[in-house]
């Protein structure tokens, strides 16, 4: 069946201008919609449903002439594809971001411990997807929200072997009856985000009964989403099923069949712990006679990605999973002498986002973090080993810390405080403070006011790096 053009009628067709069985049919009618909105299709006696979470209901209804469900098998059942939509938000240069994860289907604690991967509600619904890109505008009505990019998604072999490790890891801590602390930065692209809003009713966990756990979801991350849409836009057809992934890759599909992504790199650095730096950059043939400032860096970039790229954090994993590299240098006496800068705050973003988990700042501190700790065994001489290299998450009790320090953040924007006099400072002995990158004084960033204010940054205090890495040294003793 050849799709045809979606003519408003007034009532829905006895037949259906796709064929409900072919994913490209559906796919190539979905092109009907961008440009466009709801209000262009709706027939006369649609009763319309309130509320954002309602978008997709909605397409299915006025647009594909789909009568609502609670099947829990994808929309399109006998093409097994599953309608998504999800929103974009516009920067300041016109160009469209992701705006938040796409959520794919809530967490049933009590009955997702008894379902294997293979077997589970998300991967008999999203392997493969039907991506409705559509414009976020807050203050529009939801059938006048516009649909900028279709794109037919089939989750990659290699990306699928990534994910049921990811979905592995949130059941396991569910049925050790730690439901309560998952974050979504214990997995890399399936993430178990939080659905609701503080005060809802917890829910019951099968393991804990005595501790019940916020109401989660499993999503696709915020990262992953980015890199799906960067392939739309540089797809000429917006079909993404096909494309090659031109980013470097830092574990094939092949190795991940016998071992984990955090195995794999970290089984990398075993060789070089305790060994001087100098020696792991004679091993490597890394020239570091210039003594470069991020001679660390670049050693600890060539180790964990096998010297094929050299800045781990812009390989393909690392890009999908929004995971960063970070090196840490511990002085002789157990100092750690430098704090941790992140990218610098975007104001405008800040104070145009009203909850905290929707935030950049959110995205940044609850991603993963591979440290790789260099020590210093000598404080006469520069002798650095490669002391550890880790995985780690943000504890929840520091993420709140966290949040604070963004409430503290945004009030002072909107309140157009944008100095050092306002902000957290080292000295405060906070876990996080503000103050700008060693960049040129001049360096300006657009502030909401619609002035121009001084470029600030996001930093990690040297004393909570230090109390993570004694942290992990504790772990390591203790077995």
Known sequence: MNPTPHNTPSTPPCELPYDKSDAKSIFEYSKGLLGKKLRDFVWDNYITKKGKGNLGQMVENIYFFLQSNSNPASDFSEAGLELKCTPLKKNRKGEYLIKERLVCNLINYCEVVNEDFEHSHFYLKCQLMLLLFYLHESNKDTLDLEFIYSALWQLPEKDLLIIKHDYELIVDKIRMGKAHELSEGDTMYLGACRKGYKGDRLKKQPFNPNTDAPQRAFCLKMAYMRTILEYITKSREQTTTNIADSKIEVVNAQTLLKNSFDE???????????????????????????????????????????????????????????????????????????????????????????????????????SRFLFVVFREQNARQEDFVLDDAFFWTMPQKDLAQAEEYWNHIRKNILSDHISEEFWWKGSDKKKFHVRPKAQKAQDLAPAPNGKWAKKFCYWFNNEYIREIVEQRRRERQNG
Do not use: H
Not at 264 to 281: S, V
Not at 303 to 317: G, M, P, T
Not at 339 to 357: G, H, L, Q, R, T
């Open 264 to 366: 794999i790199l970290l089984t990398r650095f075993q060789p070089y712990l305790g060994m001087p730096y100098t020696t792991i950059a004679e091993r490597l043939q890394i020239d570091l006679s210039k003594n470069p400032k991020n001679k660390f860096a670049m050693l600890a970039n060539a180790i964990a990605a096998s010297a094929q790229c050299a800045n781990v954090n812009r390989s393909e994993e690392f890009l999908k999973a929004g995971m960063t590299l970070k090196t840490i240098r511990v002085q002789a006496n157990g100092i750690i002498k430098e704090s941790m800068s992140f990218e610098n705050i975007d104001y405008i973003e800040v104070a145009e986002c009203k909850e905290w988990i929707d935030s950049r700042l959110y995205e940044l501190y609850s």
